[in-house]
């Protein structure tokens, strides 16, 4: 099916490993964007695109980085994961600027030990 | 950037419109109100949004009021599904691109 998928729905890893949550999508949509929501709380944006090859911070990128040489494809990479960045991440894309509507993936859920 | 205030939580009754207040007193004039909401631990899901006009669609009615400063999103008859967490967002225009800044928003309980 067409949408918006995310890989794995579920991670758990250790402190100081590298991981890397994978998102696609089938729309080839302009933007797409990295959220993520701890126990209780809001989405807090991560890194944001608007383009392959064009990336930019959001609220908490630190320890994250981020790619994006295809358009449909939207890595992010825990580089060294901590015990603060278990949580639950969702990816997301609109069309572009005439796009309102934000799509959701169904979110990984990662536990760092 | 534009913040949003919404108060945490909110009961509403079966079948009764749903009110849901929010507060974005420092949009700029070329900032949209958004809103989503998030069932469980679901993605968010898109309901409505508008810039200066109220908006109605077949989810919901949004009403922006003259100043721009708020809005409150109503739900004409809350159904028990319609309990979840709802997010009002100002979207954000920077650089080219566009950012979603979500807050914590209201959890609304539909009692049967």
């Known amino acids: 099916d067409a949408g918006i998928t995310q890989s794995p729905r579920y991670k758990i890893t250790e402190t100081g490993r590298q991981v890397t949550l994978m998102c696609h999508q089938t729309?080839?949509?302009?933007?797409m964007f990295w959220y993520r929501q701890d126990l209780g709380h809001g989405l807090r944006l991560i890194y944001y695109s608007a383009a392959a090859d064009i990336t930019d911070k959001g609220e908490v990128p630190d320890g994250y980085v981020v790619s994006r040489s295809k358009t449909e494809n939207f890595p992010l990479t825990l580089e060294s994961a901590t015990r603060s960045q278990t949580s639950v991440y969702f990816c997301a894309s609109i069309p572009g600027q005439g796009g309102y509507e934000q799509y959701f993936g169904p979110g990984t859920r990662l536990t760092v030990t | 950037d534009a913040k949003t205030t919404q108060p945490t939580s909110m009961d509403c009754a079966e079948g009764r419109a749903a009110n849901l207040p929010c507060n974005h007193s420092t949009i700029s004039g070329n900032e949209y109100v958004y809103w989503y909401r998030q069932i469980h631990s679901q993605g968010p899901q898109y309901i409505i949004h508008g810039l200066k006009n109220n908006e109605t669609n077949e989810m919901a009615s949004l009403i922006i009021t003259e100043d721009r400063k708020s809005s409150t999103l109503i739900l004409p008859h809350a159904t028990l599904r319609d309990t979840a967490v709802y997010y009002c967002?100002?979207?954000?225009?920077?650089?080219?691109?566009?950012?979603?800044?979500f807050g914590t928003g209201t959890r609304l309980k539909v009692l049967a």
């Open positions: 729309w080839s949509h302009s933007y």
């Open positions: 967002i100002v979207r954000v225009v920077g650089s080219g691109t566009y950012k979603y800044i």
